[in-house]
């Protein structure tokens, strides 16, 4: 079996992916890398025809109170009909172009702009109704942003729009070897030769999920080297063995340049994946249809968020 996870973002020198073969009981992993080709991403990790998990750091779904007037069975049917919709990924500049038809938003800072009436444009009751459940903040970690906000340091949405516009919607519209988890089922049943099942994972979560904290941020090269310790000793618990490069990059903190938080990024979540696929973490779908159809949800998380107050 093949693992990995992919850092994902509209730029792509900010695309990292991290992998991990397993043989014998035991997990191989190569230092990170750049994706590069986006249409090249699926038919590499194939190449040998074993089945392959990948973990990815966007969003895989879309807030239940958005898509309630959807036609489409579920989120897999509609990220497949994106293709003939190019207009759907254009983001909005002003308010006045946003709609259920164009959700994304905004295309550049503007005064006096809020996320409350990015939701009254989109027809939504209030601002929580631009959230997934797995978006709102839980016991270990703070909320993420939604979906389909495109501003701001954590927002997630350009990342979104890359992906599903570049590669996952063409694979799914045109047939192929493609589940989605969790709208397909459980991870271990959608592994089969030759086919890739794709997980939305989340590096904050993987942290908190691998018992890992960073002592300062992670842009800064001397938390990461700091991690390496306890970082090093969560692979041993998975019986992860980095390659030498690999191993060389963790005693470092990844790097001084800018890309080394998604360096790091990309093994925290191959982590979290490889946690679900041996058991360590379990395979959690909360019993919500919505969670199941449209909205998704975060692999090996298990902590359901806060009540929204007010």
């Not at 909005?92 to 702009?113: C, D, H, N, W």
């Not at 799914?172 to 794709?198: D, I, T």
């Not at 490069?245 to 005693?251: M, N, S």
């Amino acid at each position: 079996m093949i693992a990995a996870h992919a850092d994902w973002s509209m730029a792509p020198g900010k695309r990292w992916m991290a992998q991990a073969a397993r043989r014998g009981g035991r997990w191989q992993a190569q230092p990170p890398r750049l994706v590069g080709d986006p249409a090249r991403l699926l038919p590499g990790l194939l190449a040998d025809g074993r089945p392959v998990a990948l973990g990815l750091d966007l969003p895989l779904g879309v807030p239940r109170d958005w898509a309630a007037g959807r036609a489409e069975a579920d989120f897999c049917e509609f990220l497949a009909g994106l293709v003939a919709r190019p207009e759907f990924f254009r983001v909005a500049a002003t308010l006045a172009e946003v709609s259920p038809a164009q959700p994304f938003y905004p295309a550049r800072g503007i005064k006096g702009m809020t996320r409350a009436s990015h939701a009254a444009a989109l027809g939504l009751a209030g601002p929580a109704g631009l959230s997934r459940l797995c978006d709102r903040a839980t016991a270990l970690r703070p909320a993420g942003a939604p979906v389909f906000w495109t501003l701001g340091a954590n927002q997630s949405g350009k990342a979104a729009i890359a992906a599903w516009r570049d590669w996952i919607a063409p694979a799914l519209a045109a047939g192929a070897p493609v589940s989605l988890w969790p709208f397909a089922g459980p991870l271990h049943g959608l592994l089969a030769p030759g086919r890739v099942a794709l997980a939305e994972v989340y590096p904050a979560e993987a942290l908190r999920q691998l018992g890992l904290k960073l002592a300062g941020s992670k842009r800064m090269q001397a938390p990461r080297r700091a991690l390496a310790g306890t970082l090093r000793a969560a692979m041993d618990r998975l019986r992860v063995d980095p390659c030498p490069v690999l191993a060389a990059q963790l005693q470092d903190g990844f790097g001084a340049d800018a890309a080394g938080e998604d360096r790091l990024d990309c093994v925290l979540g191959l982590l979290a994946l490889i946690a679900v696929l041996d058991g360590a973490r379990p395979d959690h779908i909360p019993d919500d249809p919505w969670i199941r159809r449209w909205e998704g949800w975060v692999l090996g998380q298990t902590d359901m968020p806060y009540p929204i107050s007010g």
